[in-house]
């Protein structure tokens, strides 16, 4: 079963960029039918679909983030990573890396790596 | 963007009895869900998609139902493992795919 861990810094202060890395093992995402997708979830609240990579490089947005967001791919690393620039206290969540389904459904998820933004 | 609304928001069940959680969809999404299970500290699980197929791994006790914009997750016999949070997840309609807001299942 492949397996995903989120890295990256626990805390980012406010108007900076947030960089994290899924690195993946047991599996190659150079493999075709899947997304490599970035989901969070706000403290104590519910999950909220970021976005995914695939095809080397093609890439889905949540509307909401686009304009900060760039999520890419390392297929030399098998490594994916998201970065959410210009970032405020709103973005302080629990990050999840997890592997998508062409079809729409995230199976299996990474352990999650929680991002603080403050001063 | 579809919104995707989860009753009750809090499940008090006593182990051994059914638990019946319910998922609605703001238009319709055909069979296009999936369930998922997280438990305190943990990341979400895929329990169930394509609305009724279980997941690998996961036992007989769950069973979801559903299409269109009505959706259930019933669990026939709680066990203590399956007190947590359930959230249901759309994929008919990108983007975003879009979650519920959850239901905790506890116990009574």
């Known amino acids: 079963q492949v397996q995903l861990q989120a890295s990256g810094p626990g805390l980012v202060k406010p108007s900076q960029t947030l960089s994290l890395t899924c690195t993946v093992s047991?599996?190659?995402?150079?493999?075709?039918?899947?997304?490599w997708t970035w989901i969070r979830q706000h403290p104590a609240k519910g999950l909220e679909w970021i976005g995914y990579?695939?095809?080397?490089?093609?890439?889905f947005y949540n509307p909401s983030l686009k304009n900060r967001l760039i999520i890419s791919m390392d297929t030399s690393k098998n490594q994916f990573s998201l970065n959410l620039s210009s970032v405020t206290a709103a973005d302080t969540a629990v990050y999840y890396c997890?592997?998508?389904?062409?079809?729409?459904?995230?199976?299996?998820w990474g352990q999650g790596t929680l991002v603080t933004v403050s001063s | 963007e579809i919104v995707m609304t989860q009753s009750p928001a809090t499940l008090s069940v006593s182990p051994g009895d059914r638990a019946t959680l319910s998922c609605r969809a703001s238009?319709?999404?055909?069979?296009?869900l999936a369930w998922y299970q997280q438990k305190p500290g943990q990341a979400p699980r895929l329990l169930m998609y394509?609305?009724?197929t279980r997941a690998t791994g996961i036992p007989p006790r769950f069973s979801g139902s559903g299409s269109g914009t009505e959706f259930t997750l019933t669990i026939s016999s709680l066990q203590s493992e399956d007190f947590a949070v359930y959230y249901c997840?759309?994929?008919?309609?990108?983007?975003?795919?879009?979650f519920g807001q959850g239901t905790k299942v506890e116990i009574k």
């Open positions: 997890a592997r998508g389904d062409y079809v729409g459904w995230v199976d299996p």
């Open positions: 047991r599996g190659s995402i150079s493999s075709g039918g899947y997304y």
């Open positions: 990579v695939y095809n080397i490089g093609s890439t």
């Open positions: 238009q319709s999404i055909s069979s296009n």
């Open positions: 394509s609305t009724s």
């Open positions: 997840q759309q994929y008919h309609d990108w983007p975003p795919w879009t």
